[in-house]
């Protein structure tokens, strides 16, 4: 409970600092921040005007406590473009690009955990090179590049074996499930190869702290076979550490996958962030990144618990130094 209620207490404080980083930040622009939504051709008029609907001629601890107290109420604003709730925006975005992170994660896994296990196994020198060099490329790859490969390989309409969409997503969203999921193939096996490969070089740096440690010939005399020992009591030791990858990981891709959103016009958070800074709707932004932010901070609260559930020595550690 002390645990859970010192997180928590960190986790209002990070908030809290976050908030006046972001706020601060559009606040530093040259000039102010109407002139920047309103445009360097814009009439005075209209920025003073701006200004008003915005509150930006209040001073700024005035400006912060009503966008604070607005957040606490779960009010991220409205854009000056669209006129609708930052909510609302970002809602719609998330139905997108967090199904093509779970993707794109579960297809790191697959090809991740798998190939960690099969190079800390490998008893060739020639096979564990390979799939180290394999690891090394594979995250090496960028994302533009690997993406822009797969189009011309499985792109519908213009790839070597057209397979799957290469651009767009369906207006109808997920009504159009089969149409959706094709959509998400390609930027999901973008981001996956990536993302395994990093996990394949954690994955096998894990067990190979175990097997010098001689936990798993401990279990090898136990009479389970190498192979056995490995994937079962290895893995099961190395699980609160890969879940902590896993987890940061997750959130890592939401920025990610800015770069694949827009190369496959795919509409979700990356391609709607990039969207409103290129149109100087700064409130917008400002409401999307403390939504970022406050995300990154949950998965990893998230990620500190779930790593506490895993490992009982955490609690018998914390137990002894009271």
Not at 222 to 239: K, N, S
Not at 250 to 270: C, D, K, R, S, Y
């Amino acid at each position: 409970m002390r645990f859970l209620l010192r997180r928590l207490a960190l986790f209002v404080a990070a908030l809290a600092v976050i908030s006046i980083l972001i706020f601060m930040a559009l606040r530093v622009l040259p000039g102010d921040v109407a002139s920047v939504m309103a445009g360097t051709d814009s009439p005075p008029e209209r920025v003073a005007a701006l200004r008003s609907q915005l509150g930006l001629n209040k001073p700024l601890i005035g400006q912060y406590l009503d966008w604070s107290w607005a957040l606490l109420h779960g009010d991220f604003g409205v854009s000056t473009l669209t006129g609708r709730t930052i909510s609302a925006q970002v809602g719609a975005r998330v139905t997108v690009t967090f199904p093509l992170i779970v993707m794109g994660l579960l297809v790191a896994v697959v090809i991740g955990i798998p190939l960690g296990c099969a190079s800390t196994l490998a008893k060739s020198g020639r096979v564990r090179a390979f799939l180290h060099a394999l690891a090394i490329v594979g995250g090496s790859i960028p994302a533009l590049w690997g993406g822009s490969l797969l189009i011309l390989l499985f792109g519908r309409g213009i790839g070597l074996v057209g397979l799957f969409p290469s651009q767009g997503f369906p207006q109808e969203g997920w009504a159009a499930f089969s149409r959706a999921l094709a959509s998400l193939v390609l930027p999901a096996l973008s981001v996956g190869i990536i993302v395994g490969s990093g996990l394949m070089r954690y994955t096998h740096a894990a067990l190979g702290e175990l097997l010098s440690s001689g936990t798993i010939d401990m279990a090898m005399a136990c009479g389970m076979t190498r192979t056995r020992a490995v994937l079962t009591v290895g893995l099961r030791l190395a699980m609160p550490q890969l879940v902590s990858v896993i987890g940061l990981t997750f959130a890592e891709m939401i920025t990610g996958v800015m770069v694949i959103e827009n190369l496959f016009n795919i509409p979700g958070l990356g391609q709607g962030l990039i969207s409103d800074l290129g149109n100087r709707d700064l409130i917008a932004v400002q409401g999307e990144l403390f939504m970022l932010a406050a995300f990154f901070l949950v998965i990893g609260l998230v990620v500190d618990l779930l790593h506490r559930a895993l490992d009982p020595r955490l609690n018998d550690f914390a137990e002894r130094t009271r």
